[in-house]
């Protein structure tokens, strides 16, 4: 992927598809700064994510976490964001404002072996909902807002960055 000195490459997409690993090989191979949204939010709130979902429910982490990224106004940087983010247009819309936005994928299945801490890692899902169901319900937006879509199941974070 290449992108221009001064635009942003946004990351977006489910739990587990490596955006944090892909976005820090993206931004030292671009030469750009890397900024992880659900690391800033916990810096923000003074708690982890897990613990906002728990304690204030979804909708009032929705509101942190679209507030965390209408703060955002960087150039130069890779932006990993949490999953959860393409629920809010306006936050979505702020991010492809001036940024090519990539969407990485992988099967449910992949994903769900991935992911070893389901109960803390500060995934936004309902009580009970499983990851199959939170990857539907969301798969269409982060196509709706991808400027690219790289399927990540069958490959190492490098070969992803040089996709």
């Known amino acids: 992927m290449s992108a221009r000195r001064g635009r942003l490459v946004v990351l977006s997409g489910p739990s587990g598809v490596g955006k944090t690993t892909v976005g820090m090989l993206l931004a030292q191979r671009l030469g750009y ?48 964001t949490g999953g959860s983010v393409v629920y809010s247009e306006k936050a979505m819309r702020h991010l492809k404002s001036g940024a090519v936005v990539c969407h990485l994928d992988a099967d449910p299945k992949y994903l769900q072996a991935r992911i070893d801490n389901m109960d803390s890692r500060g995934i936004a899902m309902a009580p009970g909902q499983c990851l199959a169901v939170l990857y539907a319900e969301r798969h269409q937006l982060y196509l709706k807002y991808a400027d690219v879509s790289i399927d990540c199941s069958d490959l190492g974070p490098n070969k992803v960055v040089q996709r």
């Open 33 to 80: 700064a890397f900024l992880d949204t659900d690391i800033t939010i916990q810096a923000r709130e003074g708690r982890r994510l897990q613990e906002i979902i728990d304690t204030d429910g979804l909708a009032t982490f929705g509101r942190i976490e679209e507030r965390a990224i209408l703060a955002v106004s960087v150039e130069a940087h890779v932006i990993a």
